[in-house]
């Protein structure tokens, strides 16, 4: 029998946010129970750490400028191939719950079936954006939305729970596929989840070093750890039901993220950085008897490789256009593939990115160091095994001159491999053909009375 999938992931979840990563202040229970079960990826990035080009590359594998969505609410391109296309032609039944964010402007549109979809034909609920998690709302396939009660997370879950009952009722003789896709953790983290007021208490948190000790920066960490425990419950209630229903054993289930978040680390609170808390992200898979137990694989793992690896767990062929590896081996067997040099990057600014200080940049991380430019040359330069929080930078460092050297060497290698350049916006625009579509996408999410209580768009 083929293996069904479960995809998992919240959104901004960073990667050191669980007990079993070492993180002293969350309860995450069944996430280390995953773990401990399963396979575990330490050093997983998100190649461009923000929502909707990271969303694009988990489900294409490719890079950003190839599936279209290079900024957050620009639409992914529809004559891309992604992981329900392929799953589809080899039978499986492929579903979406959740947040979207591939589907442009409006944040609050409705995708009709067809190809907007990207072959998630089975089954559709989903909102392409939104930050209201206790008023939880959907499309199906008619324009109508669907408004619920209560903790989105939980409704999304009762549907994901109902998907598969509805597969075992109806169609049980195909796999199937579904991407469960949550908006927490992402900020705001206010309403707390319920039952969880009071769950973390932010003067006792212990802080990392990178991170400034302010009333701010503890409660923000405090709530957002409640959204993580939730959703680590939310999980257990997956877990039960695979038991429940004699699934656990034939499918393989992915708990991961789109990118983290930096929550005041180094002195900033949102994502696009190069810095750890902003790029790593959780990466577990899990299936009893066929996962092997308790690995922890420190193979450089980025999100441009997930479709390939989904692919290669389920012994099918990985088109040859995807820009990431197959690392199914590593998940299967534990070894560690060495050597690997991943590609980062923010690729466009946007207001709100410029309103908190972020420029575009190219980076890379390999095995030891995390180097990064930006638009006015070297700017970050760490050590990651000496300095595992970052509170060093090198660059301009006398003394890491030839180190430097060839990590820069490196990231051009990078850039040449995926056609790159460090751009600012309107170059960027310009080369790519979306100038248009980006002056339309920013007036109208400046113009949205759906935009968060006239917020910056995140």
Known sequence: MATNVIVVFGDEMRGQAMGCAGDPNVSTPCLDSMASRGCRFPRAYSNTPVCTPARGTMLTGLWPTAHGAVVNDIAIRTDVTSIAHILNSHGYRCGYIGKWHLGGIPRYKFTPPGPERLGFDAFWAVWNCHHDYMNPRYYLDTPEPVVMEGYEPSVQTDLAMAFMDRHREQDNEHPFCLFLSWGPPHSPYEPLPPGRETQYDPSALVLPPNCPDTPENRRHLAGYYAHISALDAETQRLLDYLRANDLEKDTLVVFTSDHGSMLGSQGHTHKQR???????????????????????NKTLFSLLDFVPTLLGCL?????PSMHGEDLSACVRSGAMKEGRVLYLADLITTDQANHYGIKPWRGIKTERYTYACDTQGEWLLYDDERDPYQLENLAGDPLAAETRASLHQELQRQMERFGDRIMDVAEALEAWGLTEAFRIRTEHLYASPHNMGGRLPQ
Request: hydrophobic residues 45%.
């Open 315 to 319: 012994d099918l062929q990985v088109p």
């Open 274 to 296: 190069p810095w750890a808390e902003s790029v790593v992200v959780p990466l577990i898979f899990y299936r009893p008897g066929a996962v092997p137990e308790g690995r922890v």
